[in-house]
């Protein structure tokens, strides 16, 4: 499976982006989705999450109640949703797919066993 994510920026703190991940290769229906995040200096991070039917949500503490995750598995694309965005948002951000049904944590980078290529956010204050 190959995962494609996109939609990053430059954007003043406050404002929004919606990233999209999509993925090629594999049955989408079937994989629990992960968001993770880099920021130099620090450990990725965990962001969110959505389980394969999308009828579950997982999100970091930081940013409950400012993203949201979705998903169209009839596009097989995940999305992120992130609004009034702050300057500590910055890092680059990867989806996660897990390919094989590891019954580890939703927020446990170990769960995930493809990932995109990143796209960078940055949020000026």
């Known amino acids: 499976v190959q995962l494609a994510d996109f939609g990053g920026g430059l954007v003043q703190a406050g404002g929004s982006l919606r990233l999209s991940c999509v993925a090629s290769g594999g049955i989408f229906s079937s994989y629990d989705m992960g968001w993770f995040r880099h920021a130099p200096g620090k450990f990725r991070e965990f962001v969110a999450a959505i389980t394969r039917s999308g009828d579950r949500t997982y999100f970091e503490d930081s940013v409950k109640g400012r993203f949201t995750i979705s998903r169209d598995n009839t596009m097989n694309t995940v999305y992120l949703q992130m609004n009034d965005l702050k300057p500590e948002d910055t890092a680059v951000y990867y989806c996660?797919?897990?390919?094989?049904?590891?019954?580890?944590?939703?927020?446990?980078?170990?769960?995930?066993?493809?990932w995109g290529q990143g796209t960078q956010v940055t949020v000026s204050s």
């Open positions: 996660a797919a897990d390919l094989g049904g590891r019954p580890l944590a939703y927020g446990d980078d170990e769960k995930y066993d493809s």
